[in-house]
């Protein structure tokens, strides 16, 4: 019998969350803070969701509007636009890729599901479409990425306040979840959002303290992947932050993710494996 919660089904597909798995990021935009204008083009697009699946991705995450601090969102026709030939083209040449839409817009999940999506992950919670919700209910079999995000994209970094940022993200996912359950979602996975209106002290403080929202019984996704959190300590570029990527998503890992978002699948594959290799020699009392 599979765990709900350790088993997503992905438009019928189930996938195992019984070791951590990755989930590959695929940036359709010219202006995305670490690869923007990378992969924008057909050609280079299939290239690298080919590389990240035969090192090792579960998932492709594909977005086609960023999210920066500050980033212009444009309009539902211009994601579209940038969208559907490349996810026509993954699921023609890799039929077997589990394919996520990384989207705010229900509009955009729906048509995208249509066109052979499996997931749908949106940074804003359900807050920039009152649609959202309904919708991925509505899809049926299709797993629901919520993003914990405190303001939009042009505001969250305008001095961000938390009380206690980890108890305002608990009680946000213990309200959001339970909206969704109550409209009939079976597999909803956690993300706490790092970087989405917080400071970089918030962002330490909530991935030292990420293994509380294993309480809520839902998978937790941690996109660290070369973030201003991980190079501004380090005083580096995101070009640079590929060591500092791997050390936090270890200690993710440690915190309790099932899932690690990421722009280079190699070195995640790897933090995973050594991960479960250290597990292996913990007493039974104290795995996660």
């Not at 996938?15 to 050609?43: A, C």
Request: net charge negative.
């Amino acid at each position: 019998m599979f765990n709900p919660h350790l088993t997503l089904n992905c438009a019928g597909r189930l996938v195992s969350l019984e070791r951590p798995i990755v989930m590959g990021i695929l940036n359709l935009t010219p202006d995305s803070f670490y690869d923007g204008g990378q992969h924008d083009k057909l050609v280079s697009a299939l290239k690298k969701a080919e590389q990240m699946l035969s090192e090792g991705a579960t998932i492709l995450d594909i977005g086609a509007i960023s999210t920066r601090p500050g980033a212009d969102l444009h309009n539902e026709e211009v994601e579209l636009a940038r969208l559907l030939p490349i996810v026509r083209a993954i699921v023609k040449e890799f039929p077997d890729a589990i394919i996520s839409i990384d989207t705010f817009r229900a509009g955009v999940a729906r048509i995208c599901v249509q066109e052979g999506a499996a997931m749908i992950n949106d940074i804003s919670g359900g807050s920039l479409d009152d649609k959202m919700y309904e919708t991925v209910a509505g899809l049926k079999e299709i797993p629901y990425v919520l993003m914990h995000i405190k303001g939009t994209p042009s505001d969250m970094q305008s001095d961000p306040q938390y009380k206690d940022v980890t108890q305002e993200v608990l009680d946000y996912f213990i309200a959001k979840t339970a909206k969704l359950v109550e409209l009939g979602l079976h597999d909803v996975i956690l993300d706490p959002g790092f970087g989405f209106g917080k400071t970089i002290d918030h962002n330490y403080e909530l991935l030292q303290k990420m293994h509380i929202f294993k309480m809520l019984d839902w998978p937790i996704l941690a996109g660290l992947s070369r973030k201003s959190m991980i190079y501004k300590v380090l005083d580096q570029s995101a070009a640079e932050a590929l060591n500092g990527t791997s050390v936090l998503n270890f200690e993710a890992l440690r915190q309790g993710a099932k899932i690690l978002r990421v722009h280079d699948v190699a070195p995640a594959m790897e933090t995973i494996k050594l991960f479960l290799q250290l597990e292996q020699h913990k007493p039974k009392s104290e795995l996660i």
